[in-house]
């Protein structure tokens, strides 16, 4: 690949909130953008952000977790946008509950989208990276990864997510790719808003009662994750590889 080629990114659950953020701010670092939803149509505001500014970006539908849509929209990313080589495994789902009442059914979904949808996404694009001497993978963990009361099946996904970044690191480095986690503390989403309304407290109360814990006094915004991927997906971050880095506003005890 030419220094100047314009490289290929795609990032998942990139209709709103982190992935959105992390999709724009990547096509402002010149990246052409894959912007992938399991709603399509979720997706338009996404990629227009980065069309009306100048950038390269589509749109594409697809369940991470069902290898023959992924295998689908990656065939369809490189024939439109050009092979990628990076990927943001951003999709996620929440399905709160204590373990006593949660089901199989909630603790399978999280699995599935979380962690089979990013070995699934990761498989699928791995060889077009090998084959360019380079790749950037970040996997969306959490601070939930540490434990947190009502999210056995959410917070053990996102603790695997750091796993399996750290055996991507290995297994994949010699060819030109590195592999690092991201895990976000209290972040402004739709995702934190609904876990304010499982425990019955207003969205805004919520936040305020959060920023007294953090050490900066506030809660963070997805533009706070976006700035740190985008470090995590530049040319000049090669040398780091297996990491994962809480952006929480201050160390978690």
């Keep these: 690949m030419s220094s100047t080629e314009q490289r290929v990114a795609v990032v ?27 709603d399509e149509a979720a997706c338009k505001d996404t990629v227009e952000a980065i069309t009306s500014a100048g950038g390269r970006a589509i749109a594409v539908g697809c369940d991470v977790a069902d290898e023959a849509q992924v295998e689908a929209a990656i065939a369809r990313i490189a024939d439109e946008l050009g092979a990628p080589t990076i990927l943001v495994n951003n999709a996620g789902v929440l399905r709160d509950n204590l373990l006593f009442k949660m089901s199989a059914l909630d603790w399978d979904t999280v699995m599935n989208v979380h962690l089979r949808g ?6 699928a694009i791995q060889k077009h990276m090998v084959d360019a001497g380079f790749g950037r993978v970040v996997n969306l963990s959490s601070s939930s990864a540490l434990g947190n009361r009502g ?3 959410y917070s053990a996904a996102k603790a695997g997510l ?92």
């Design 12 to 38: 998942t659950g990139a209709a709103r909130g982190i992935g959105a953020a992390t999709a724009v701010r990547l096509a402002a670092e010149g990246r052409a953008v894959a912007v992938i939803d399991l």
């Design 118 to 123: 990013a070995f699934l996404m990761t498989k």
């Design 151 to 153: 999210q056995a099946n």
């Design 162 to 253: 750091q796993g399996f970044t750290k055996t991507l690191a290995k297994e994949l480095g010699k060819f030109g790719i590195t592999a690092n986690a991201v895990a976000p503390g209290f972040i402004v989403t739709e995702m934190t808003k609904s876990t304010a309304e499982r425990v019955g407290m207003g969205f805004e109360d919520f936040q305020n009662a959060a920023a007294t814990m953090i050490p900066v006094q506030r809660v963070g915004n997805p533009d706070d994750i976006a700035n740190t991927i985008a470090f995590f997906t530049g040319e000049a971050a090669g040398f780091v590889s297996g990491q994962v880095l809480y952006v929480a506003g201050g160390p978690l005890d």
